[in-house]
T-cell receptor
Framework: GIQVEQSPPDLILQEGANSTLRCNFS?????LQWFHQNPWGQLINLFY???GTKQNGRLSATTVATERYSLLYISSSQTTDSGVYFC?????????????FGKGTHLIIQP | DTGVSQNPRHKITKRGQNVTFRCDPI?????LYWYRQTLGQGPEFLTY????????KSRLLSDRFSAERPKGSFSTLEIQRTEQGDSAMYLC?????????????FGPGTRLTVT
């Protein structure tokens, strides 16, 4: 199956700093999503980005499908950005449409 | 659009008991997925439905796990003869079935504790 590696595993930053989270995957995909998991366990959709670049406020993401990686950028971090960020990938059409998740990046933003 | 809902939110059960969780997807979504998340890990895919058809169940963790979606709307996940290793968060997600609408949206999860 597809392997997903996220880096760094942990990241501690001061409020206002910028950060880049990386997701590498081992095979072709046609689904890639970034999530933020809040302290209560809810997965919040950030981006659906199997290829290309998207921006939403202080967050942006880029996926280079041919090189099998995706990047999530967070600018001007706020304490509310703290939590675990997951990258998840999938390939539809092969029968198993479930997403394969990485282990996540645990982000702590200090005031 | 009320989002994906799951009930109960928390369940504590004794080892050996059976438990059942319910998931109500976003109303217009015809795909429904179940995942399990253990502490410190990302969610792990278990099974999924398109309408009432279960299209993938080889990832279910053992024959003690089963899922149904009898009318193509809500789904249930049952664990029989629970074991302490079943303690985890069980997540449900839904999506449309046509590209590019396959973005999955997750419910709040059911946290199971087996004592």
């Amino acid at each position: 199956g597809i392997q997903v590696e996220q880096s760094p595993p942990d990241l501690i930053l001061q409020e206002g700093a910028n950060s880049t989270l990386r997701c590498n995957f081992s095979d072709s995909v046609n689904n890639l999503q970034w999530f933020h998991q809040n302290p209560w366990g809810q997965l919040i959709n950030l981006f659906y980005i199997p290829s290309g670049t998207k921006q939403n406020g202080r967050l942006s993401a880029t996926t280079v499908a041919t090189e099998r990686y995706s990047l999530l950028y967070i600018s001007s971090s706020q304490t509310t950005d703290s939590g675990v960020y997951f990258c998840a990938v999938g390939y539809s059409g092969g029968g198993a449409d479930g997403l394969t998740f990485g282990k996540g990046t645990h982000l702590i933003i200090q005031p | 659009d009320t989002g994906v809902s799951q009930n109960p939110r928390h369940k504590i059960t004794k080892r050996g008991q059976n438990v059942t969780f319910r998931c109500d997807p976003i109303s217009e979504h015809n795909r429904l997925y179940w995942y399990r998340q253990t502490l410190g890990q990302g969610p792990e895919f278990l099974t999924y439905f398109q309408n009432e058809a279960q299209l993938e169940k080889s990832r279910l963790l053992s024959d003690r796990f089963s899922a149904e979606r009898p009318k193509g709307s809500f789904s249930t996940l049952e664990i029989q003869r629970t074991e302490q290793g079943d303690s985890a968060m069980y997540l449900c997600a839904s999506s449309l079935d046509h590209y590019p609408g396959k973005e999955q949206y997750f419910g709040p999860g059911t946290r199971l504790t087996v004592t």
